[in-house]
């Protein structure tokens, strides 16, 4: 294990290392070992250092003239740890990665957790006073706000809302359940438990209660860490994520409820009213808090287009003041920064730049992946700082009960929803949900804020926490995974979302409210309806600038995805080739009825529907993909980079006076200027392409066709072991030889007599005259194009692994 | 009278059995039926054109014609009426009944082809078994018939986009010159694989008479 071997000697001189590791002076180390040694961020230690630093720097006074190295690491003390425990976290996280095996049996969470074991025992074996990591306020203020964040701004929220009602009594009766069951009973052991009578009896039942409501909670960042990893269903995954999302509120009423009666002592009905109203308020009052804030985010990212640089910060700040607003007043922060995240969602991305949609995609994944993998690391260091009392029957107790009650509280509050669900509850379903009632960090940070005077028995519920947190990510976060490929549990499909699924999605929508109006009850397809379209009506006016408010979410979606193709079509090499029409058009006649062979289509309505057609629709297309194409413009506009379509044109005019005698080609491909390569990026067209080369080899033979579609760079990026011929090769044998050019060209002739001023842009597409073309024209032509199109797109190698994250997008 | 009970009661039973709607299910329907055709014995396009609640529909006339569709009444016609009793409105209705609570896979599998025909039969206007680019392209259009001039233009590259999917997956080596005439119920299925339509496609029919609370709500 090498991996554990440097986690060691990362650990064991942790800032000399870590300067080693940024590079400064190595003659610095001289110089920084004592003071290395006394860099704990205690306190007390601080104060000898500075004074040692002052009487150092008063004796470099006196007797040299001017220091000219001097050391001051007291300055830059606490940001220079903190950079180097985030640097630890993303070295360990990149390390993981690199071990293939490992990863693939233990779940990352618990790997973290073993690094921050062996680094705060080195730590500690270094004599050094162990930092107070997982501190409350770090933690609830700094690192888990931008895991709630990332959750909520990409909460799937269809299935979200199709499955509320089980989420919540997962998430508020489950939890109550958990609370008082565990709390009881707990209470009930200390009781007459014989064996230790001077600790545990003094326990009260108010203390059980305030740990178990703190236990009971299931944790958002152990489930998404684990369930990330084991890829399940969409509907088992929102169901379990989503209760640790909503139980919050649950917790943080409990939790003060609990906590302001155990110093009192007694606790009346009138206690417990109050309770059920501060959870109305807290639940209420947070997702409140979040939409204003949601909403605020999305009117002012309405009049951010000619500041694109700070659109993401608008999110990310409204999202933190709305997490921080609902902790002021004790409301569920994690409520208010889903509701503002999942608020704000829709509009801002209608509004902000493709950029800063990836931009705010990236910094989230990144904050977040960084704040779970310093959690998991810091529960590790606790766990070895923490003064801990370890009491066998209690702590085995409360791990029991743990599992009881959560096996209890799920198959039970199934029976009850199963009654009203469609798609019930299957009893592996009520297992994987049980079994994923993973405890965390949150748990441990609320016990940490524990009043020792009001708890003398905090360190016990410490260690019982960490034990249960410890039981729940190991041993179910470990054996999760074989247990759901045992169960043969169903598995979440990789499938990219179609256009066939969204048009239907939407046309069930209707149908289905269509058929409640005609049954003439109103039931929940309705009310959406009507929610829909009110917030067509007024709120993306309110909210979103421009045309684009009054785009249906089919078009929408549409251009999305138009967008995408065309990122991923420039990002895997398009540039390569010359972008040719050509083999999108073939595979639109395979769709299109309009051939005279074809008897069928003569019967049809449409027979004329046919090249103008055509040709009608790829500049609606071009003409969407242009829009977009704006959009990115306008971004580097403000951002000072030089304008890559200024860039171009330069370029474009160096190799214009290189080839002189190809200028009027090139004047051509400026055309191109105004409509940025479109043809060859729209959807259809890269569909097409897609799906004919495929199947299509680089055999001669199929290059003889001619206008067969074998020549297209996505089939060629694809296999590119089969491409023993060289790319360009392939390109001028194919459909921009001669004879095949005739070829199209006659067929094309047949169509083109009855129909019509669509061909326009025709001669465009296929530079130099039909017929006369060389492949010498071919290629040379190609450069300045394949040129325009690199530097046209505003950094395709950006987007480059737009592919990758992929299972991040909604 | 009582007779004339028992007649609608056995005739109930019929229906119970045929669709699997509950008593009270089928009368709450029944209701609303009369409620829709004005105390009469059959119920015209008219009929259900004039529901306020449909006007902003989108897809209302598609709706509106799959009630009078001879396919969707669960036998091997074909054609259209053009008046149907409670017996047709009630069949057609069947189709959007919940799955029942426990299913075994192959009536789950039977039920999702159902539903599945419904919606095909919807798109498949002119009843040749093949959904063409021309009625997809329609299917689309009415989509977004409610957004003006954008929706119309977009509608054509959208359906055109969607059927080249179709076709790309589905026939995915397909010569130039080959013509993919439209998708059959086959591929219809494949392309809607992952929408699990066996669990999506329904509503939830009334158990309880809430007449009361209904006209209420419908005459406002």
Known sequence: MPLRTGSAGFGRSLPERGLLLLVVLVVLEGFFLPHGAASSPDVSHKESLDNHREADVGHNFTKKAFPVLSLDYHHIQTPFEISLWVLLASLMKLGFHLIPRLSGIVPESCLLIVVGLLVGGLIKLAGEEVPPVLDSRLFFQCLLPPIILDAGYFLPIRPFMENLGTILMFAVVGTLWNAFFIGGLLYAVCQIQPANPSDLHQLELLPCLLFASIISAVDPVAVLAVFEEIHINELLHILVFGESLLNDAVTVVLYHLFEEYAGAGTVTVMDCFLGVISFLIVAVGGVLVGAIYGILSAFTSRFTSHTRVIEPLFVFVYSYMAYLSAEMFHLSGIMALIACGAVMRPYVEANISHKSHTTIKYFLKMWSSVSETLIFIFLGVATVDGPHSWNWTFVTVTVILCLVARVMGVVGLTFIINKFRIVKLTTKDQFIIAYGGLRGAIAFSLGFLLNKEHFPMREMFLTAIITVIFFTVFVQGMTIKPLVELLAVKKKQEAKRSINEEIHTQFLDHLLTGIEDICGHYGHHHWKDKLNRFNKKYVKKCLIAGERSKEPQLIAFYHKMEMKQAIELVASGGGVKLPSAMPSTVSMQNIQPKKPPIAKSAERALPQLTRGREEEIRNILRSNLQRTRQRLRSYNRHTLVVDPYEDGFNELLIKKQKMIDLEKKIKEMNNYLTVPAAPPDSPTMCRARLASGRNTDFKPAQQQKGNRICEDPQAYSMKPASGTVPSIQVDLASPQSPESVSVIDEFRRANREEDDQGLVMRPRHRPGGPNKKTEEEGDTAKDPQKLMRCLSDPGPSAEDDEDEDEPFLP | ?220
């Open chain 2, 1 to 220: 009278m009582g007779a004339s009970q028992t007649r609608s009661e056995s005739v109930y039973q019929e229906l119970m059995d045929k669709t699997g709607f509950s008593l009270e299910q089928i009368k709450n329907l029944k209701k609303r039926f009369l409620q829709l055709s004005g105390n009469e014995e059959t119920i015209s396009r008219e009929n259900l054109d004039a529901i306020p609640a449909l006007a902003n529909n989108p897809i209302r006339k598609q709706i509106i014609e799959a009630f009078f569709d001879k396919r969707n009444q669960r036998s091997s016609e074909v054609g259209h009426l053009e008046e149907i009793g409670f017996e047709q409105f009630v069949m057609v209705m069947s189709h959007f009944r919940p799955p029942a609570l426990r299913t075994s896979v192959e009536e789950r599998e039977v039920m999702r082809k159902e539903k599945l025909q419904f919606l095909f039969n919807m798109h498949d206007t002119d009843n040749d078994g093949v959904i063409t680019l021309v009625e997809y392209r329609k299917v689309v259009e009415e989509l977004l018939s409610k957004s003006g001039a954008i929706g119309h233009e977009a509608a054509r590259a959208i359906a055109d986009a969607a059927m080249l999917e179709v076709a790309s997956t589905n026939v995915p080596d397909m010569a130039p010159d080959d013509f993919y005439e439209g998708i059959t119920f086959e591929h219809f299925e494949q392309i809607l694989k992952g929408l699990e339509m066996e669990s999506r496609m329904h509503i939830r029919f009334l158990d309880v008479d809430t007449s009361t609370m209904r006209c209420g709500k419908s005459t406002s």
